[in-house]
């Protein structure tokens, strides 16, 4: 069934209205008639099955039949920060990380990052790749669509991190050198709706002076398993086996 | 550091030869010369650092330095057999998968495939696979490289079962039905040195009867979480979830 997600908060409303892109998606895209049914989700996790009502001219009215049960949001918010990749490595961190639960990107320019965006390559980029998690959200079924956001200097990042309760640094010395339980044990003793970054190198790695800062500002070294993992691929890692300790494991 | 992989089983030598493929990429791309340092991984999950001594026309010699001390192979064997999806999916699979520690990968005509390939074409595709599993081995410092089979039917994959010890299905009827808890307890369990199954379906997912025969062969129906995750997604969360619940759990 589709899904739309709406920029605000659910509200017990006897009906609900859909225009713009939704509109046109349900209208003229899936050629949906009254009584045909999708899910609404909302910003604050709600999500409803919802039955069209009525279609006018630019608008959709739906019902609300039933809330969505299942919960498929991971407890805690995983954001994932990417220093900027080359290529269109971004794109699929995004697509992947968020059919694996992440809460949202952001992508900064780290000192070994060879791409250099202006604000206006920076823009475009980002609404594309807002349009990417968008889409992967409503494929993944997810309960909110992450943000995306691409960041101009890695100061910009540094001024962000008071917004987390835990930082992790996946540095791949860390593996080299045999460290292989700080993740497990981050993860392990987290109370449900914290809020972590995730902070991930382009394909040079995170440089060792840019690692110290992180681990000045609380940051904690998780190596992700023996095997060395390419810029695109650890940010899965991490996501998966969040989901294994929190959503599979008792 | 260059890693090769050598199809035999490692022997305590005073010399070590490479010739063919590596010698050229040792000599002609990498321009190596005597002293120069690479891993030799054999076939048996042993890996060493070597010096070259000597390079002749068309072989290059060297001598044993050390063990590679790390284990970077996942203490049970994971096979992905994935039913043939459309598109390069299967090469990302194969390539992220490798990465992921996959001991292998079989692919074979899933009723919902669409994808139909004749033995030549079979062929070369497996081909190709195999060097893409190749170079993300050596990227990822495995110590084996992963062999990628692709299957006729799906008889010959029923005709492979026999050699596992635990055959998985990821079921995403699992996952809606609120399964969450049969992957980590077949991972929790496992006794080292297994041979894992893990069957994939196709974009289309696999069909109930396909579903009900692995199940009669004593597969388990696995969820991977509450998220939808697309077909070359789902291998890389299973992966990941061993590699975490193995090597970073205690």
């Known amino acids: 069934m589709q899904r739309y997600f709406l920029e605000e908060a659910y509200q017990p409303n006897t009906r609900f209205e859909l225009s713009g892109e939704a509109f046109h998606h349900i209208v003229r895209v899936m050629r949906m008639a009254p009584k045909d049914q999708v899910y609404l989700a909302f910003n604050d996790q709600v999500s409803i099955r919802a039955e069209i009502t009525e279609i006018s001219e630019d608008t959709v009215y739906l019902s609300e039949l039933e809330k969505e049960k299942s919960q498929k949001e991971l407890p805690n918010n995983i954001t994932i920060a990417s220093g900027y990749p080359k290529g269109d490595k971004l794109d699929w961190i995004v697509q992947k990380g968020t059919e694996l639960g992440a809460h949202g990107f952001i992508g900064f320019p780290a000192k070994t990052s060879i791409v250099k965006w ?7 980029r980002q609404e594309r ?22 960041l101009e200097s890695q100061q910009a990042l540094f001024d962000r991190l008071s917004a987390y309760d835990v930082l992790l640094i996946a540095y791949e010395e860390s593996a080299k050198q045999g460290e292989l339980a700080n993740l497990a044990k981050v993860f392990q003793e987290l109370t449900d709706g ?19 800062a992180f681990v000045e500002k609380g940051g904690i070294l998780c190596g992700l398993g023996p095997r060395i993992l390419r810029t695109e691929t650890a940010p899965l890692y991490l996501l998966s086996a969040a989901s294994y300790q929190w959503e599979l494991t008792h």
């Open 118 to 124: 202006d604000a206006k390559k920076r823009n475009k």
């Open 194 to 212: 914290s809020r972590i970054l995730a902070i991930f190198g382009p394909e040079g790695g995170l440089a060792p002076e840019e690692v110290e």
């Open 129 to 150: 790749l807002n349009k990417i998690a968008q889409e992967a959200a409503e494929q993944s079924h997810r309960q909110i669509a992450p943000q995306v956001e691409l």
